[in-house]
């Protein structure tokens, strides 16, 4: 049996949606339906079972979960960079990957977590997916440090051997819809133009960097999923990796793609910032691939423009899910 955390959650509903797609179906999804719309992603997904996080996490503790576990892919976590809860952050996103990571090695399972590019901080120190270079990291914003205390965790108990940590970058595609203020740009920038004809967009703040072209390493979830994956399908890979496109591109490139995608001319307002985002904001982001690459990684990425494409046309204007 494979376990997916976050598995009614945007990236890790896809995982199991491609697992199906792969003749998968002994899966145990775990979660925190709450009350979001994220049990629709669960609606196209063929799995053994389910389970609240809360009572997962007691059946583990209490050694009272007897199954066959072949590997965790553990997506579960609160992704919100702005969330105020350190604690609640150090709990939901610290706490249970550690409770997981005993469990795995309990067990003799795969595991393989989700990381973040947020662990990078401002990018001074460079987006190299470089285990020796973890300690030097200083991320920007509380989330980001959550992931980031995990990872070091994990190479403090000599644990990075075995396991495989996942950096991924801007990920973006159907599912993300229960996400509320953290969708991507594409779902918010596809609504804005159907109730205003336009986008906005953040000036810049930087001399360096026109308005909207700050740039980011966006990556569609089918690619992301697809090299999580390859750590499943390649047990003798360990280590942390990032995940994204090694090809960044701005935001008005994206907003230009979305237009184009829905067939309508590029209408697009520049606005100021917040002052509270300003201190925080990453003004470039880009992944080093090289490493993924080297362990024999080589499915070429989805160009932007055909993502966004893809997104908006068989999902966004379809309401559709993967499945």
């Given at each position: 049996m494979i376990l997916v955390t976050g598995g009614a959650g945007f990236i890790g509903s896809a995982i199991v949606a491609q697992l199906n797609a792969r003749g998968i179906d002994d899966i145990l999804v775990v979660d925190i339906l709450g009350r979001d719309q994220r049990w629709k992603n669960l609606r196209n997904l063929r799995y053994a079972d389910y389970l609240e996080a809360d009572d997962f996490s007691e059946m583990v503790s209490e050694s009272d979960l007897e199954i066959n576990l072949e590997a965790i892919i553990h997506m579960g976590a609160c992704s919100d960079t702005t969330e105020a809860d350190c604690s609640y952050l150090v709990k939901n996103n610290y706490e249970f990957s550690k409770l997981l990571a005993g469990w795995a090695l309990e067990m003799d399972a795969r595991f393989i977590y989700a990381s973040s590019a947020a662990t990078y901080g401002d990018g001074e120190k460079g987006f190299a997916d470089d285990e020796d270079a973890l300690e030097t990291l200083r991320p920007l914003n509380m989330y980001g440090y959550s992931k980031h205390m995990f990872d070091l965790w994990c190479k403090q108990q000599g644990l990075l051997d075995r396991f495989v940590g996942i950096k991924y970058f801007n990920v973006f595609g159907p599912n993300e819809y229960h996400k509320a203020g953290m969708r991507s740009?594409?779902?918010?920038?596809?609504?804005?133009?159907?109730?205003?004809?336009?986008?906005?967009?953040?000036?810049?703040?930087?001399?360096d960097y026109t308005d909207g072209g700050q740039v980011r390493d966006f990556i569609y979830v089918k690619d992301a999923v697809d090299m999580t994956l390859f750590f499943l399908e390649n047990p003798e890979v360990s280590g942390i990796f990032n995940v994204g496109t090694g090809n960044a591109r701005n935001w008005k490139d994206l907003a230009k793609a979305t237009f184009a995608a829905m067939g309508i001319e590029s209408n697009i307002e520049y606005i100021d910032m917040p002052d509270i985002l300003r201190d925080k904001y990453q003004y470039f982001t880009q992944a080093t691939m090289d490493k993924l690459r080297a362990v024999g990684y080589s499915k070429d990425t989805t160009t932007l423009e055909d993502a966004v494409a893809d997104y908006v046309q068989n999902y966004l204007m379809k309401d559709a899910y993967l499945g």
């Amino acid at each position: 049996m494979i376990l997916v955390t976050g598995g009614a959650g945007f990236i890790g509903s896809a995982i199991v949606a491609q697992l199906n797609a792969r003749g998968i179906d002994d899966i145990l999804v775990v979660d925190i339906l709450g009350r979001d719309q994220r049990w629709k992603n669960l609606r196209n997904l063929r799995y053994a079972d389910y389970l609240e996080a809360d009572d997962f996490s007691e059946m583990v503790s209490e050694s009272d979960l007897e199954i066959n576990l072949e590997a965790i892919i553990h997506m579960g976590a609160c992704s919100d960079t702005t969330e105020a809860d350190c604690s609640y952050l150090v709990k939901n996103n610290y706490e249970f990957s550690k409770l997981l990571a005993g469990w795995a090695l309990e067990m003799d399972a795969r595991f393989i977590y989700a990381s973040s590019a947020a662990t990078y901080g401002d990018g001074e120190k460079g987006f190299a997916d470089d285990e020796d270079a973890l300690e030097t990291l200083r991320p920007l914003n509380m989330y980001g440090y959550s992931k980031h205390m995990f990872d070091l965790w994990c190479k403090q108990q000599g644990l990075l051997d075995r396991f495989v940590g996942i950096k991924y970058f801007n990920v973006f595609g159907p599912n993300e819809y229960h996400k509320a203020g953290m969708r991507s740009f594409v779902i918010k920038a596809f609504e804005q133009i159907n109730e205003t004809g336009g986008v906005k967009l953040f000036k810049s703040h930087r001399p360096d960097y026109t308005d909207g072209g700050q740039v980011r390493d966006f990556i569609y979830v089918k690619d992301a999923v697809d090299m999580t994956l390859f750590f499943l399908e390649n047990p003798e890979v360990s280590g942390i990796f990032n995940v994204g496109t090694g090809n960044a591109r701005n935001w008005k490139d994206l907003a230009k793609a979305t237009f184009a995608a829905m067939g309508i001319e590029s209408n697009i307002e520049y606005i100021d910032m917040p002052d509270i985002l300003r201190d925080k904001y990453q003004y470039f982001t880009q992944a080093t691939m090289d490493k993924l690459r080297a362990v024999g990684y080589s499915k070429d990425t989805t160009t932007l423009e055909d993502a966004v494409a893809d997104y908006v046309q068989n999902y966004l204007m379809k309401d559709a899910y993967l499945g």
